[in-house]
């Protein structure tokens, strides 16, 4: 079945750094992809999403671009900021008639002053 | 406008009893999906309804149970509580069914003992 792989946490960077956390996924036809944000003790945000293949997502600093030929579907940030720390989750979508959305694991990103 | 809200906000039951939760979701929106969030892991699909019709179920047991109501609110069941039931339980709502940008409640956390 459709699954979504994280790189797994925690992620430590310093302010300012540039962050990547890569995402994979496994999937029959053509998905829609996104990135959620939970931070400690909220439900989940939408950061962004791309509904198809070359589609780049943005949102907040916050870059991913859908990549078919690779499966992948990777979060970038040229500067995070202590603010970014929270958990983030990539996601894809049953394009059945379901609305499911399968999700990764999640990873952790905690920036430091 | 108000978000997706759900209630209770945390909730503590003991083995074999039952629960409902509860979820409002976004003035116009007809579709609501449930999701059970183990700490750590990321949130399983449980089920979408729409129009008031059960549209998913995910793998699941019979002991969760949903409904939607005419005014599009939902709630989810669990009868039997198990130790392994404990979890956040999180509501999204869309506007149609099939619609992929699904927006999230801030969760009932569940605890049994």
Redesign the interface.
């Known amino acids: 079945g459709d699954s979504?792989t994280q790189m797994e946490g925690p992620v430590t960077l310093s302010e300012e750094a540039f962050l990547t956390i890569n995402c994979t996924y496994t999937a029959t036809g053509y998905p829609?992809l996104?990135w959620?944000v939970q931070y400690p003790g909220?439900?989940?945000?939408?950061l962004l999403?791309a509904?198809k293949a070359d589609d780049k997502g943005s949102n907040k600093g916050f870059e991913a671009t859908y990549r078919k030929e690779t499966t992948s579907f990777h979060l970038e940030k040229g500067s995070v900021q202590v603010s970014d720390s929270a958990v983030y989750?990539c996601?894809l979508?049953?394009r059945?008639?379901?609305?499911?959305?399968?999700?990764?694991?999640?990873t952790t990103l905690q920036v430091k002053p | 406008d108000a978000g997706?809200t759900q209630s209770p906000t945390h909730l503590i039951k003991t083995r074999g009893q039952h629960v409902t939760l509860r979820c409002s979701p976004i003035s116009g929106h007809k579709?609501v999906?449930w999701?059970q969030q183990v700490l750590?892991?990321?949130?399983?699909?449980i089920f979408?309804y729409?129009e008031k019709e059960e549209?998913?179920r995910?793998n699941f047991p019979d002991r969760f149970s949903a409904r939607q109501f005419p005014n599009y609110s939902s709630e989810l069941n669990v009868n039997a509580l198990l130790l392994g039931d404990s979890a956040l339980y999180?509501c999204?709502s869309?506007l149609v069914?099939?619609?992929?940008?699904?927006?999230?409640?801030?969760?009932t956390r569940l605890t049994v003992l």
């Open positions: 979504v829609s996104f959620y909220e439900g989940l945000q939408l999403k509904t989750f996601a979508s049953d059945g008639n379901t609305g499911k959305l399968i999700f990764g694991q999640g | 997706v579709s999906s999701y750590g892991q990321g949130p399983q699909f979408q729409y549209r998913g995910g999180l999204a869309s069914g099939r619609s992929n940008e699904q927006f999230f409640g801030p969760g």
